[in-house]
């Protein structure tokens, strides 16, 4: 009964995504069915398009529904069935309908879309899509006119639902990357591309899916240094978590750097995992304080992997607007304990807040299909037995004297030389202890005993001693660098004997880990034992014993998993696959119950993948190529090419499972969705992946241009200007000239042609960070001229001469130094935009630019006599163009019940007064926005946690006097939009 002259103006196309496990992974499969049949009700002007699905998949259909409204400008109605008599409320509408069912094969959501069709071929078409097998299939008929369209998204389970889904999503236009989505943006020229379809069927394309590379396929984020997951608090995590499984990938693995004896120190004492002994822990898995010990993630004052401890109140070019404290991290550091903490109440809070935030995260990972894990090193390195009680004791203050200490020490005693525990009653405790009436402190850690004060030809003045405060009391007086304050002492009752010592084994150990792993974090999939990084630089050899003693350790770990969680997969992984010279000899010597043998990638990536996996037989493998290095990690790094040809050998090698290791989450977007496209699409090469997603970033009208140049600098093309030094990614003085970057001038001129405000938002990221990275080289060439300068004016032994080339040469180097870092530093502002650029500003500030400008600058200042002048020391303030409304974290999905929780940063040359969120259900009217103010936390920071009840959209305002600063570009066109997930 439909109008035969007026037909629909696409053919009706049913596109079915049908995903299969294959081994232990899931696969999805496209079919597009195309159903001729008559109007459900009499023709008008109406158009509807309804997802149909039962309430296990609500997410998923809501999540569809998202998409649809980002790509095509209208939110659908969403259908949760639960009966075949739900299609007479879908049937109701007048006018053309769209259905798209979403569910399991069987799902009810696909027998009510289907029963919309009456007697109409649905059983036997139906039958023959959910009934396909294999790993991909495709269905296809037309129809030439008619009112119903029926689209089914089906998965074999529910991840699978939700990759139909983002499949769905990726063909009507929409993007993921790691630290968001990137939808069409619908101020471009023309609006948004599907604009059309809003009152018609969508045109939807026969997909199909093929096997994937890998069966696990993920990320291996990096903790250490703030440009990672060290700087990630639980929102930040979720976030990650879910990109991924968008991605399509369902890993995420996390290493521990194993604990260190004394002092929090480079490379050790991380919290992801706790090690002792089950006697360590509460009955709920929570660590006693007596078993805990000094733990940190990085933060502004930590003092570690060469970043300077500098608060960030020092901080110049008004960036410290950005951060509330002078020590900072996010969550679980609190300020308590920052840069770490001072007592083993706090260091067991720590254990406990780290868990809780990992608990929650894979929690959120398994509704999503996320494999989580964590890890140690072998062989494991575990703490000693908790001390005995100290005494309570009383100081004699007026005995205290100031020695010059040697380094065979001036008492015979020594307690410790690196304990945070130190004060003055803490050492006296311990020197009573260990039966000793004088107890001695030194560089503030320090702790010596004696019975007798040292001789007096070594006393010093007192004041001497006041050179460091005690690492527990810093209102107390702990020496210096060989300066020891000595000191007698008098306790309530004599000293305790000593507590009987376990003799704790690796076994104990792993047995505390695992059984804290199981009642804190339950969610945990997989556990992994890594080699550590001295196994590749020091070309570990199996003859060692060290080789011997990680083996043993390997079966203590194995055995306590056994014996405590036998449900928790365990892998090896490291530095390297295995020790020399031949690197798959774990493979020989572990059992089976070690599911997977894995590495990161020699030579931080630089080398090819190691041929030594093609002599793992008896594991799965698993490869990790790198995303970044981290000696360029203040660079862009674009390893798009090198990471699709490290996948195409590891595919070779035979492994089934490919991780990417990364710290930032922005600045490695496009090797990390090349990554996760070519697992799906082998035939992927790096110049179509560039083209596809520069097209998506900016849209079509300069793509091609933009692709070209990005392909210029990716993978070992790129230029270097950075590298180790004492730490990631430093700056080095270079002489010479300043070099334009090369192509940067034609990419910066693409962007008159580029229209739309997201799309130029997007772009002006990349440009700003390629200027930002040239700037840096200029930066380098001016220090290094600076640096000439200063020295011959040091170096100038006459006055009148000195002072002149002071005047005339080294003060007017510094000037030119200060505006090329001023340069620099303000591009890199332009590019803040998540948690891993924060990490860049503090490596930059805090470490490369310490020297230059504050060393020097000193040094400067006393050759002159005088204060330097102020255009000679770096801004406070921010001296960009315009502001920046900075919002690191951006969800798209938070879990029904949890709270919606925002952190907002402001730039601005003036003091933001308010940031407002404003927030309406959904497709909702503009006029529903609910305007609430954000609270300031600190200096220029913002936070707001709301409850909200209904899927969502947003956008913030931050009123600055003479600007308003707007989130996302585009506000109020163009929204964050969230979905509940039930």
Known sequence: NCNANNPVKYPVVTSVYLLMPTNMFTLFVALLVAFSCPCFAEQGPQFSRTIVAEEVNSYAARELARNIYLTVGVLPRVAIVSSVDDKNTINSHEGTHEIISVGLKGSLGHKVACSLFQDQGCDTLFGQVVSVSGQHALLHQKAQATKLSWSAVVGHDNVGVLYGVHAVAEQLGMWFDLHGDVPPDPTQAGGLPLTAHAEEFLPLKNFVANETMFDFRGLQPFHDFPEGPDWWDTEAYKHVINQIAKQKMNFIGLHTYPYGEGLPTTGHDEPTVWVGPEDGLNADGSVKPEYAYQTSYANTLRNEWGYSSWATGNYSWGTAELFESDCWAPEPTTVDVCPYPTDNEGAAALFERTSTMLESAFSFAKKINVLSCVGTETPLSYPKPPPPPVPKCTINLSSQQCYQDTTNRILPYTVTISSNYNSLEWCAGQCALAGYKVAGVEYAVACFCGNEFPSSAKILPAS??????????????????????????????????????????????????????????????????????????????????????????????????????????MATNGWVVGPLPDRSIFDRVLPPSWEAITSIDLNTGHNPVDPAYKNVTKHKKWDIPWMEDDPDLTAPQLWVNRTLE????????????????????????????????????????????????????????????????????????????????????????????????PGLSDFVATRSKVTGVSNLDRLDYWINTFQYYEAMQCTECAWGAFSAALTKASNEKDPATRKQILMNTTLPARLAFINATTKMITLLQQTLSTPGELGTYMNIESHSLVEPIWDMGAQLQKLLGQPLPPNAKPPTVYTGSSGRLIVPTVRNTIEKGFPFTLRALTLSATKCSSVTLNVKPMGAADELFQATPMQNIGRSVFSISTSQTQDFEYYITADCGAETLMFPAGAPTVTQTVVLMM
Request: glycine letters at 6%.
């Open 646 to 741: 490290h996948m195409e050998d590891a595919k070779a090698y035979g492994c089934t499972g490919l991780l990417g290791i990364h710290w930032r989450t922005r600045a490695t977007s496009p090797q990390i969705a090349a990554m996760a496209q070519k697992s799906w699409n082998p035939s992927l090469t790096s110049a179509q992946f560039w083209l596809n997603w520069a097209t998506a970033q900016f849209g079509p009208e300069q793509a091609s241009e933009i692709a070209t140049f990005f392909m210029s600098v990716d993978s070992f093309k790129m230029p270097l200007f950075t590298g180790w030094v004492g730490g990631p990614g430093k700056m080095s003085p270079k002489s010479g000239a300043c070099p334009p970057f």
């Open 464 to 569: 001497d001693c006041h050179a460091m405060k005690c690492a527990a009391n810093n209102t107390e007086n702990c020496g210096g660098s060989y300066i020891m304050n000595v000191y007698n002492f008098s306790c309530e009752a004599p000293a305790p004997s000593p507590t009987p010592q376990h003799n704790y084994t690796a076994l104990d150990m792993y047995k505390g880990i695992f059984t804290r792993l199981n009642k804190t974090i339950p969610s945990l999939d997989w556990y992994w034992v890594w080699t550590p990084e001295a196994w590749e630089w020091g070309k570990m050899d199996s003859k060692n014993p060290v080789f011997t003693d990680a083996v043993n350790d390997l079966a203590d770990a194995m055995t306590a998993r056994d014996a405590i969680n036998p449900g928790l997969h």
